[in-house]
């Protein structure tokens, strides 16, 4: 079975390129929303970034974690989301071990910006890495229309990410610029490459 990583910054593409590749069979872990099953899994968690952070971080029932709060925070302040990071991503890794160890396809995929971050902490080896990206530009717009945000608030969270596509650990940059179409076809060749197998003409039925 091989892995890849499918990583890049905020307002890259990775969800798009990992629904291509879903459309081929092949199954994709995402962290951020495995993420939350982290903290179901782990009741301590919670009040373990509450103690590392000196502040209250639960939603008004309680007992789940306000993820809006949160994210005020580490968005602000480097220090605080280098510790949350460091609680938390070991807590993900272990995860994804256990979710490829259930998988039986010969690709699997994991979609995370975090992983070639430097506030990483743990990390696992991948058979591949793929790095989506698109110009600084391109990627506000598409925040601030995603994510109801503004300009400002989505340009705080592009900066809070440490990413570079010249990191020696990329083995290809996908640029999504162009299009969906565009993309489908560098995404279809990266395949190609990585797993002959797998049938990439199913993309979206794009090609």
């Known amino acids: 079975m091989k892995s890849l990583l499918i990583t890049g910054p905020i307002g890259g593409g990775k969800s798009l390129v990992c629904r291509m590749l879903r459309s081929c069979g092949v199954p994709v872990y995402d962290c951020d929303s495995r993420a939350k099953e982290v903290y179901v899994r782990?009741?301590?968690?919670?009040?373990?970034m509450e103690a590392a952070l000196q502040m209250p971080l639960r939603a008004e029932d309680g007992r789940t974690l306000d993820r809006a709060r949160l994210a005020r925070r580490i968005f602000s302040d480097p220090q605080a989301r280098r510790t949350v990071n460091a609680l938390v991503h070991p807590l993900v890794v272990q995860d994804m071990d256990e979710w490829q160890e259930g998988q039986s396809a010969r690709l699997v995929a994991f979609e995370s910006a975090l992983f070639l971050s430097p506030e990483?902490?743990?990390?696992?080896?991948?058979?591949?890495?793929?790095?989506?990206?698109?110009?600084?530009?391109?990627?506000?717009?598409?925040?601030?229309?995603?994510?109801?945000?503004?300009?400002?608030?989505?340009?705080?969270?592009?900066?809070?990410?440490?990413?570079?596509?010249?990191?020696?650990?990329?083995?290809?940059?996908?640029?999504?610029?162009?299009?969906?179409?565009?993309?489908?076809?560098?995404?279809?060749?990266?395949?190609?490459?990585?797993?002959?197998?797998?049938?990439?003409?199913?993309?979206?039925?794009?090609?």
């Not at 598409?142 to 945000?149: H, N, P």
Request: charged share 30%.
């Open 42 to 48: 782990h009741p301590e968690l919670l009040e373990r």
């Open 120 to 207: 990483a902490g743990a990390s696992r080896p991948f058979d591949a890495v793929w790095y989506v990206d698109a110009p600084r530009e391109v990627r506000l717009q598409r925040i601030v229309g995603r994510d109801a945000c503004t300009p400002q608030q989505a340009q705080a969270r592009m900066d809070a990410q440490a990413l570079s596509p010249d990191d020696s650990r990329v083995d290809l940059i996908l640029l999504n610029d162009g299009g969906e179409a565009a993309l489908a076809r560098q995404v279809a060749d990266a395949l190609r490459q990585l797993d002959p197998q797998t049938d990439y003409r199913k993309i979206n039925n794009i090609l």
